[in-house]
């Protein structure tokens, strides 16, 4: 079993709220973690149909028959069920009630603002730090690490990274991403990734981009900021000791996963 770094604070963050919020990208590790961190919770995936029609037709029984606390897995399927545990959790008055885990998602992150704002603990899971990616066992050279990047399934079912990440574009960059951001343009939506992998490291320059993929630079906002809030993409602001500069200079774009920025380039 590999101990994730960010454990003892989920922990932590668990006694000191009612919920706990686990999100990032799809694979990243968010379930295994929070299964082994809390074994004695009980666990509901609602990404199963019939816990999905249960807590969507009755929210109120289906929060009922978890007791005293439990982990939502794909909280972001239902997230009119983010209102009832805000009243669970003011019912009950006290901490570690419930772990919820989601990707990105609008109508979530709305509903989390609006309904469990204070009332929770956010957490982020990213693929492996390079210290977790050692805990498997996995060596090699620089080349071999932004090869096969980070994402556990990797390591844990010893895949060939080249296949692991492939399947990872198609299903989720290509599948979940576009049907979030409503992108219908796939020819251009899979052009643009790819622009974006080859320019890690370099300063964003909409224009440039926006010509490149065949989209306007308002299309290439947009959809940058798609690939941050799905974890795929991340711009990092310049750091100036002037606070103004730093909020007005050009960020650079990276990718959270190495490995599947160095696939998408080939």
């Known amino acids: 079993m590999i101990e994730r770094e960010i454990a003892p604070r989920l922990k932590r963050l668990f006694g000191q709220y009612p919920f706990v919020t686990v999100t990032g990208p799809r694979q990243s590790g968010k379930t295994t973690l929070c299964r082994e961190t809390f074994p004695g919770l009980a666990y509901v995936n609602l990404e199963a149909p019939d816990n999905r029609e249960f807590a969507e037709s009755d929210p ?32 009950k008055g006290r901490n570690g009630l419930f772990v919820l885990t989601g990707g990105e998602h609008f109508k979530l992150s709305e509903a989390i603002g609006q309904s469990l704002a204070g009332r929770t603990g ?59 951001g409503e992108i219908r343009n796939v020819a251009n ?46 711009r990092l602001p310049p750091f100036y000791a002037n606070l103004r500069k730093r909020l007005v200079k050009t960020p650079k774009l990276f990718f959270y996963d190495v490995g599947l920025a160095a696939y998408l380039i080939g």
């Open 60 to 91: 109120r029984g289906f929060l009922a028959r978890l007791g005293e606390g439990a982990i939502l897995d794909e909280i972001q399927r239902v997230p009119d069920l983010v209102s009832y545990l805000q009243v669970v959790a003011d019912e």
């Open 122 to 180: 956010l957490l982020h899971l990213l693929p492996f730090t390079l210290g977790e990616r050692e805990q498997t066992g996995a060596r090699g050279t620089l080349d071999e690490v932004l090869y096969s990047g980070f994402y556990p399934r990797i390591f844990d079912q010893d895949i060939e990274p080249r296949q692991a990440l492939g399947d990872y574009f198609e299903t989720y960059v290509e599948r979940d991403v576009r049907q979030l």
């Open 189 to 234: 939506f899979r052009r643009f990734i790819r622009l974006c992998a080859g320019r890690v490291g370099q300063l964003v320059n909409s224009g440039s981009l926006g010509s490149d993929a065949g989209v306007s630079h308002t299309t290439v906002r947009n959809w940058l900021d798609l690939l941050e809030r799905s974890y795929i993409a991340f």
